[in-house]
């Protein structure tokens, strides 16, 4: 069987990969003309953790990545600790795999080698889809035609093989705006410097704040709810005095976090997500990862849940013909992927209420208490 996947995110790359383990011919058409990722931070909890072990790739991941330990929820305001939550070599005993932070790259990069190692020359880069048949006939923006046996749209939120083939509305502009910023260690004063990782919250706004690269840079994102700017893209350049005007009253810490960012290491971008599909299926094409269930991160699962997608549909593929395989896939991810989407929507409006002292009080659902951590896609039932 031929699979084309369409996208080199870490969705794509990731069911390629488990893909070309299983021993099955798989092509990837990616149009960017480099591979790379953006300079941000990611976390890997033991969901997707479970997968990366399974394709070889632990082990690397727990050096490249950083156990947080304890993370804290703090009042924006205040700075004072509402909560805390144990991510540490507990958890991974707990669950059996990784949660690590990450830098996108580092992960990214491990995930193409990995595919370079076992399907050498099966990524096409400079490649755009801009349209695809049910039967799995693929044209590019360089006039070029492909054809496989089976098609991927991994190509994220604003995924062309969605529009093409799958009833669906534009991506829905989230009412939130994101900043992310990467500072080197060594420019942050004690005690910014040392404090540990987690969010702070409080009405309309929300940092998260943990290390990468060892601890060697500080990443942090802040999500602003706001109206006005939708621009796409995840590259459009901002200023220090832009974030810190959406920082009024926001505590020292993080205030000097903003303000020791190197200016081309700021980024913001508008969040956009899709309501949740009634298909993932047309004909020998469907979807992965965002492309099929963009949502919100404040659960930090949209890369998690495609890696998760990625290996329970190279696991449909290798068993099944086809049709079937598809099918099965869709029933196996599309009930738990439209949880996790609302599920984040919810958790966001509690971290951006209006009285985030409260908190801490009534149940709160996080990506934990859910049981997200315990899925297995190695092994679920198909
Ligand atoms: C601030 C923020 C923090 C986040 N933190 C986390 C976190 O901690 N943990 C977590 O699990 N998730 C997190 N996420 C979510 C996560 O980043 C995304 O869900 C994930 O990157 C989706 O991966 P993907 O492979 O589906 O899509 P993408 O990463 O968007 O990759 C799509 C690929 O397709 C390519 N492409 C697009 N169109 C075409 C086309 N027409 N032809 C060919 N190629 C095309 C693109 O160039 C790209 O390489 C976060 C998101 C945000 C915004």
């Not at 076992?118 to 070029?144: E, K, N």
């Not at 529009?163 to 910023?181: I, K, S, Y």
């Not at 929300?206 to 500080?218: I, K, M, N, Q, T």
Request: proline letters at 6%.
């Amino acid at each position: 069987m031929q699979v084309a996947i369409v996208g080199a995110g870490l969705g794509g790359l990731t069911a390629a990969l488990a893909l070309a383990q299983l021993g099955l011919s798989v092509t990837v058409y990616e149009q960017a003309p480099a591979l790379g990722e953006v300079g941000a931070g990611i976390t890997i909890s033991p969901n997707a953790g479970r997968v990366l072990d399974h394709l070889g790739l632990g082990e690397q991941v727990r050096a490249l990545g950083v156990l947080p330990g304890t993370q804290h929820v703090r009042d924006l305001a205040s700075g004072r600790t509402i909560r805390t939550m144990a991510r540490d070599p507990g958890l991974e005993a707990r669950h059996g795999a990784p949660y690590r932070h990450l830098h996108r790259a580092d992960l990214h990069g491990l995930l193409a080698r990995a595919l370079e190692a076992c399907a050498a020359g099966s990524i096409r880069l400079g490649h755009r889809l801009v349209s695809v048949t049910r039967g799995g006939r693929m044209r590019f923006a360089d006039g070029t035609e492909a054809a496989a046996d089976v098609v991927v749209g991994a190509d994220g939120v604003r995924s062309a093989v969605r529009d093409a083939l799958f009833d669906t509305g534009p991506p829905l502009f989230t009412g939130q705006v994101a900043w992310r910023g990467l500072v080197p260690a060594e420019a942050l004063a004690e005690p910014v410097r040392s404090e540990p990782p987690g969010i702070h919250i409080g009405p309309g706004r929300l940092v998260l704040r943990y290390p990468v690269r060892g601890g060697r840079l500080a990443n942090y994102a802040v999500f602003v709810e706001t109206s006005g700017w939708e621009e796409e893209g995840w590259t459009c350049p901002s200023t220090r005095a832009e974030l810190i005007g959406h920082l009024e009253g926001a505590c020292r810490s993080v205030r000097a976090l903003v303000e020791a960012t190197p200016e081309q290491w700021l980024f913001k971008w508008a969040l956009f997500a899709r309501e949740p599909l009634q298909t993932w299926v047309a004909g020998r094409v469907t979807l992965l990862g965002d492309a099929a269930h963009a949502m919100l991160p404040f659960m930090g699962q949209g890369a998690a849940t495609a890696i998760e997608d990625a290996m329970v549909l190279a696991r449909a593929l290798a068993a099944f013909p086809p049709g079937e395989a598809l099918r099965r896939y869709e029933a196996a991810r599309r009930a738990r992927t439209t949880m996790v989407q609302l599920q984040s929507r919810l958790l966001g409006l509690r971290f951006q209420g209006r009285h985030p002292e409260t908190l801490g009080r009534g149940p709160l659902r996080n990506e934990e208490d859910l049981g997200l951590f315990d899925y297995d896609p190695v092994t679920v039932p198909l």
